[in-house]
């Protein structure tokens, strides 16, 4: 084992299409016009000693270590900023450039501590190298001068030195090491995109700030890591490094954490992770990571995570810790009991969105023919159902149409119910970089997210919709685009059903759905309607990326049909730079829908009632499926509360948490006679569980995961499971305790099964996916190399669908009990339910959940910033602290959903998507007043959390 | 929840399917309906369904009720697997 070798080029690679041919230290290259000299060099096999270059950023030119001198050129010109030219005769290395490289190389040395032997970048140093290459041996200045090393100057006080910024709980920051060579203030701009950085003083003087001379904590600074990645020295090193030393190994794998899927090189020292490095070659991040995948892995060491299975007879008994083999006994023996008693359909489980899709596939095969039922379900029905629906009803699948590299085509962009900088923050750099480059932004947001104004970016339209009017909204664009004849015909003509077409246009041509009309209930401007709308149909390239401020609405599924039909209108589909980009939540959930964890949907979205499909798996299977929809989750509560349904095995979910109405998901589980669930930790579902299966981690397992863009990326195992088991293994034992005769050796071999049965995967193996780095499906023989772009010739359903969109008011209504309406969202540093971030030192941007209030509501109720407040809804009510902004619009409140203790689910209710049951998260009536503390269900809540973690012979419970 | 809570949310989620397909071209909304039902609804959630319906189908849209007769019936409810 080694590391993954990853070249750096210097600079990055140029995109044009024309060939340049020139001659460098005799050897003749040829590249694409625009490269650098520099890069020309690498790819020839030259490695120009460089300091401030890094393919990551562009080109500076301040080191002055990379020159060349070029046949009759005059001078020695930077390599990094000068660009290939035909012909041109290149010199790397002459006496005159190796002593200005030593002369500058001595400069450097002499202002830099000499502590190599202890210093965390020791092995990993691109000073010390360049050091060794230029052959410096001396330093005729001597090092008592001037300096920015030592603390004290002869016993003086040193006013140049800065001490070590030790904030961030991730890396440090030493000024002392630091050469100033912009690269971390350029990745910051250039990469992340938050112009955090920047370089204080001149001359001499100059160093790196965060902020305004702020420390790395309290300045603007995300926690992304593209400086530290960028830093050639010891100034900014990872803490891990400092603490572990240089990594040894690597491995490729994928983020556990959102659906952009980046890739990350796992760099190990034994079996102890060392720091997690974003891969340059990653094709949906590009060498670019966040705060969560880069640094928030700490939980999978977590003192709090459970390695033992647990059996109890009740919930309200402790814990037991039995052995495997008596846990899987239990469940078997009890699964079976329940539905001899209770019949077939009484039982059920949830696949996880967190897993791979091996395992996922493993569960919904265990329900669907270990089981004999179709009761299985994922998280995706509380976050994309809508889009499945919706996209399969306007262009015949629920893909997403684009891959991540497609907004670097894009013109015109709307971000509507996203929040791409805090939710899926890689894409957001990818697209803030694209805006800095001139596309036109239109945000549909209830509240003024980062995307509305941050340094460098502006939407041109700011769209502040009351939550729950999407549909209104995105119909009354369309008006504007048929009505003032903006509608791209010709594309409609060969692409889309006229006669549908013509019966839409006539629907939204009609004036009720006029940005006028609207107005009064949106309380959205109709001008910016027009203006936005006008936009979107005449800037050239138009894409729409949405979340679940689209989905979790009772019109959830109407809006993502609006969505499609505005991107058909205007001709925005089948190609770079337009579509219809779903922003999935977790890392895998386009993959359990792939998987078919849906109960209506075998693998492949192919529907249960299809007699083909079934016979199959049938076939490979050796059972009968049922060809009967299952319950979906919200059902399998209402079930398990009517008396008929009593067992369920959850394998890494926490609906207690994450799913509406949790009183109801409460009464639901206490309801059943057999809970399982499997989790890294006893999360709150856990509470009502009578079986705990211990999971394993995303880096103790083989696997893959499907990102938001359909990629399929393979999931490495990088350290043996510390609960013994991956979570494909605790399936397929559990599958064999109820007496199916399964046999999976490696993970592959599930992926093998897969690809036989699901046309979409007919390619996909390991060692294709060894080859190919990634593949998107569908990749079969009509696609061998995968699908970045849907829909190119032709609509996968035929002809492209225009379906009306009535807006109809959601039943949540405010009124004088209830006056304020709240939504809610994700913030940058917690991820989800937070059990995988909050126990990471990410609790320190984010150690609570606050109420987004406007001072006008505030005023009102006499509010201050800072307060506990009490929120109530018609469902149930919590206590937080209040945080007035006017990011929310007057009438509006938002919170975040991170800690279990806020029990913001109390306050939301059963409403749900009218064709998924999606739940309404996004909007609830409610109402705020001061308090003094927490609700009694909090504090009841809290009580019975502490009893039901208790485990017999251990004191004190995890968590 | 009760039995009568559950029954409740049936009907409510079965008009928010009828309100949906209210706004679509005529010929579509019975079989929109209908469809959707039998695609999406589970049979112990159909079989509510007839169940409250045969009761007189008290709240149900009047679409809803137009649909009923192309819901599938579903069958009873299946013995536990062989072997159990």
Same mark, same amino acid.
């Given at each position: 084992m080694s590391l993954v070798p990853e070249i750096d080029y210097g600079t990055p690679a140029s995109r044009s299409e024309k060939m340049v041919t020139l001659t460098i230290d005799g050897r003749e290259i040829t590249v694409p016009e625009g490269t650098s000299i520099m890069r020309a060099s690498m790819e020839a096999g030259i490695q120009v000693p460089k300091l401030?270059?890094?393919?990551?950023v562009d080109a500076?030119?301040?080191?002055?270590?990379c020159l060349i001198e070029i046949e009759g050129r005059n001078g020695t010109p930077a390599s990094c900023t000068t660009p290939v030219a035909p012909g041109i005769k290149v010199h790397t290395q002459t006496s005159r450039l190796k002593d200005i490289r030593k002369g500058v190389m001595e400069l450097y040395i002499s202002d830099h501590p000499l502590d190599c032997l202890t210093?965390?970048?020791?092995?990993?140093c691109e000073l010390q190298d360049m050091a060794g290459a230029v052959g410096l041996?001396?330093?005729?200045?001597?090092?008592?001068?001037?300096?920015? @090393?030592?603390?004290?100057?002869n016993g003086e006080i040193n006013a140049k030195w800065m001490p070590k910024d030790e904030s961030n709980p991730y890396f440090t920051y030493d000024p002392?090491?630091? $050469? @100033?060579?912009s690269r971390c203030v350029r990745a910051c701009e250039?990469?992340?995109? #938050?112009?955090a950085l920047t370089i204080e003083g001149?001359?001499?003087?100059s160093r790196v700030s965060p902020g305004m001379h702020e420390d790395f904590v309290s300045s603007?600074?995300?926690?992304?890591?593209a400086c530290v990645q960028a830093c050639?020295?010891?100034?900014?090193?990872?803490k891990s490094v400092i603490e $572990?030393?240089?990594?040894?190994h690597s491995a490729v794998t994928t983020c556990a954490?959102?659906?952009?899927g980046c890739s990350f090189k796992?760099?190990?020292?034994g079996e102890e992770l060392v720091r997690m490095v974003p891969w340059k070659?990653?094709?949906?991040n590009r060498g670019h990571s966040c705060v969560k995948g880069r640094f928030a892995y700490g939980y999978s060491a977590?003192?709090?995570?459970?390695?033992n299975p647990m059996i109890r007879e009740k919930v309200s008994d402790p814990w037991r810790e039995v052995t495997w083999e008596e846990a899987y006994a239990h469940v078997a023996s009890e699964f079976r009991r329940i539905q001899y008693q209770y019949?077939?359909?009484s039982i059920g489980g949830i696949t996880s969105s967190r897993c791979t899709n091996e395992e996922t596939f493993l569960v919904q095969k265990l329900i669907r023919a270990?089981?004999?039922?179709?009761n299985v379900d994922t998280c995706a029905r509380v976050c994309h159902s809508p889009t499945g629906y919706g996209l399969g009803q306007a262009?015949? #699948?629920?893909?997403? #149409?684009?891959?991540?590299?497609?907004v670097e085509h894009t013109d015109v962009v709307i971000v509507i119910g996203a929040n791409p900088t805090d939710g899926h923050p890689v894409f957001g750099s990818r697209l803030k970089k694209r805006l800095r480059q001139g596309a036109k932004l239109i945000v549909i947001d209830p509240r003024r997210t980062d995307l509305v104004k941050s340094p460098h970016i502006e939407a041109a339209? =700011?769209?502040?919709?009351?939550?729950?009017t999407n549909v209104a909204v995105m119909t009354a664009l369309a008006h504007v685009i048929v009505t003032e004849g903006l509608a791209n015909e010709a594309f409609i003509r060969q692409r889309c059903d006229w006669s549908e077409f013509e019966d839409w246009a006539a629907f939204v041509a009609e004036?009720?759905?006029?940005p006028e009309a609207i107005e009064t209930f949106t309380g959205v401007p109709a001008h910016l309607v027009r203006g936005a709308a006008r936009l979107f149909a005449t800037r050239g390239n138009g894409a729409i990326y949405y979340g679940l401020g689209v989905t979790e609405h009772s019109q959830g599924s109407t809006t993502v049909m609006a969505i499609a039909n505005l991107a058909m209108v205007t001709g925005n589909?089948?190609?770079?730079? @337009?579509g219809v980009n779903p922003l999935r939540g977790q890392n895998n959930v386009q993959g359990s829908c792939d998987m078919g964890?849906?109960?209506?949907?075998?693998?492949?979205?192919? =529907?249960?009632?299809d007699d083909a499909t079934r016979e199959i798996f049938e076939k490979m299977w050796g059972v009968t499926l049922s060809n009967e929809p299952g319950l979906r989750i919200p059902n399998m509560l209402d079930a398990a509360v009517d008396g008929s349904f009593k067992g369920i095995y959850i394998q890494g979910e926490d609906i207690l948490q994450s799913d509406p109405d949790t009183k109801h998901v409460a009464a639901g589980l206490a309801a059943m006679e057999c809970v399982v669930v499997q989790d890294l930790f006893l999360n709150e579902t856990a509470n009502y569980a009578h079986v705990f299966l211990p999971g394993s981690t995303f880096l103790e397992k083989d696997g893959t995961f499907t990102n938001a863009e359909r990629r399929i990326n393979r999931v490495r195992r990088v350290m043996t499971p510390k609960n013994g088991y991956a979570d494909w293994e605790v399936t397929q034992k559990l599958a064999q305790a109820m007496g199916l005769a399964w046999n999976y050796s490696h993970p592959s071999e599930i992926m093998d099964e897969i690809a036989a049965t699901t046309p979409s995967f007919a390619l996909v193996s390991y060692d294709y996916l060894e080859k190919m780095g990634s593949v998107q499906w569908?990749?079969?023989?009509?696609s061998p190399k995968g699908s970045?772009?849907?829909? $190119?010739?032709?609509f996968v359903r035929g002809k492209g669908k225009f379906i009306r969109t009535e807006y109809v008011a959601t039943d949540e209504r405010t009124g004088p009990r209830f006056p304020l309406l709240l939504t809610t969202g994700r913030i940058l540093s917690q991820y989800n339910v937070g059990a995988q971030t909050r126990r990471t030192e990410n609790v320190v941007w984010h150690a609570e959940d606050r109420l987004e209030v406007h001072p006008h509501d505030a005023e009102l109720r006499g509010i201050r910033d800072g307060d506990w407040v009490r929120l109530a809804s018609r469902s149930g009510d919590t206590t937080l602290r209040a945080l007035i902004t006017d990011r929310v619009a007057p009438g509006v409140v938002y919170t975040t959903? &991170? &800690?279990?203790? #806020?029990?913001?689910? @109390? $306050?939301?209710?059963?409403f749900s998507d009218w064709?998924?049951?999606?739940?309404?998260?996004k909007v609830t009536a409610v109402q705020i007043s001061p308090s003094n503390g927490p609700s009694g269900w909090q504090v009841e809540y809290d009580e019975q959390a502490r009893q039901s973690r208790r485990i017999a012979g251990k004191l004190e419970a995890a968590e | 929840m009760s039995h009568d809570g559950t029954q409740q949310k049936l009907v409510r989620m079965a008009n928010q399917i009828a309100t949906f397909f209210h706004s679509q071209p005529e010929a579509e909304r019975v079989q929109g309906v209908a469809t959707h039902i039998n695609k999406f609804w589970e049979s112990r959630m159909r079989r509510q369904f007839f169940e409250m319906i045969e009761d007189g189908?008290?709240?149900?849209?009047p679409l809803v009720l137009e649909a009923a007769a192309h819901i599938r019936k579903p069958a009873p409810p299946t013995p536990p697997p062989a072997g159990a």
């Open positions: 401030c270059a890094t393919d990551m500076f030119g301040s080191c002055r270590l210093c965390a970048a020791n092995g990993d041996r001396d330093v005729r200045y001597g090092y008592e001068g001037d300096n920015h @090393v030592r603390a004290r100057n002392s090491k630091c $050469i @100033v060579c250039e990469v992340q995109g #938050t112009f001149r001359g001499f003087g603007e600074c995300v926690s992304c890591g050639p020295t010891a100034t900014l090193t990872e $572990i030393g240089q990594p040894e954490y959102c659906g952009v796992a760099e190990m020292r070659d990653g094709q949906a977590h003192k709090d995570r459970i390695l019949g077939r359909e270990g089981f004999g039922n179709n262009f015949g #699948t629920s893909a997403g #149409t684009q891959d991540f590299d497609s339209f =700011h769209l502040p919709l009351k939550p729950g004036e009720q759905h006029s589909i089948g190609r770079p730079g @337009v964890s849906f109960p209506h949907e075998l693998p492949g979205y192919r =529907h249960v009632a569908p990749c079969n023989e009509k970045p772009i849907m829909h $190119i010739d032709g959903f &991170h &800690h279990p203790t #806020t029990q913001a689910n @109390v $306050i939301t209710t059963d064709a998924t049951n999606c739940p309404e998260y | 189908g008290e709240g149900f849209d």
